[in-house]
């Protein structure tokens, strides 16, 4: 489908969208209790205690990744940061971690009555997806690898459709990068690979790259995905988010997906880094008012921030700013 550039109508600008905290960032290196480089890309999650755990991942000085847990009663500050690494990469177990484990998103899966997390491990043979379960953050039950190189950018659904777990994910194939979605019987043997959004073409912020960033949240009108777009420019690649909703029980059919990005890097914190020019949320927290997001994300590979936004405000600006369809060109 096809949409012209002139049939786009705005209803406001997208700054007060997604508000950056006055704290960020809210973790860096310098809060670690361990020496690291970085700590960016954490997948989010509040425990039974209503307090919020993010699960980091935390760049060595080697250059290789691991996962490591920071609870917070209030989920900006006062973190309690595990003192070791709370998952490390395994690569006797399971040689896919050879080079480590990164950008895990987090879903609580109430059948499971268990946390799924899935995460990238980094192979010899480029980075696939795995998947771990746990009750309580301290141990875990590896499925080891579920999806192939070159594949990331990977979060389970909290439910199962006709009786199979769908795992989104973002393949890299002959036909480009884009977003996926696959149908499991047990979360080891995955099938019935269906496309749910393609990254558009030529000189759209979205185009030739895209990805799930945080796991989609469940609404009564669907599946709102936050999802990243990563357009090349002269000077290197540029990191934004941009907004799509999904039928529930039909995720590959596309509703709504917005024409422009929502959120991109602003704040000396993104631009910076290690990696200039990035936002790339992981993880989200909903208030218990229902509609108050936390949004963690991190910010230039080099630290994690924290920018919240009202659902209903989202859903609202999709519905003037979008168009239904997966929209390619």
Known sequence: MTLA??????IDTTDSLLRRHPANPILTSKDWPYRINSVFNAGAT???DGSTLLLCRVE????LSHLCAARSVNGVDGWNIDPSPTLMPDPIGYPEELWGIEDPRITYVPELEQYAVAYTSYSKGGPGVSLALTKDFRTFERYGVIMSPDDKDAALLSY???????L????????GAHIWISYSPDLRHWGSHRVMMEARKGAWWDANKIGLSCP???TPRGLLMLYHGVKQTASGCLYRVGLALFDTQKPDTCLLRGDSWIFGPEADYEHGGDVHDVVFPCGYTIHPDGDTLNIYYGAGDSCIALAQASLRSLLTWLDH???PGVLTS
């Not at 550039?5 to 705005?10: A, E, F, L, M, P």
């Not at 060595?60 to 250059?63: I, N």
């Not at 989104?168 to 036909?175: D, E, G, S, V, Y």
């Open 168 to 175: 989104i994910h973002r393949p890299m194939t002959a036909l």
């Open 60 to 63: 060595d000085r080697r250059g």
């Open 321 to 323: 700013n979008g168009a």
């Open 46 to 48: 509040l425990l039974a």
């Open 216 to 218: 989609p949240i469940e």
């Open 160 to 166: 199962r459709i006709g009786g199979l777990w769908a």
């Open 5 to 10: 550039i002139d049939s786009v109508h705005y």
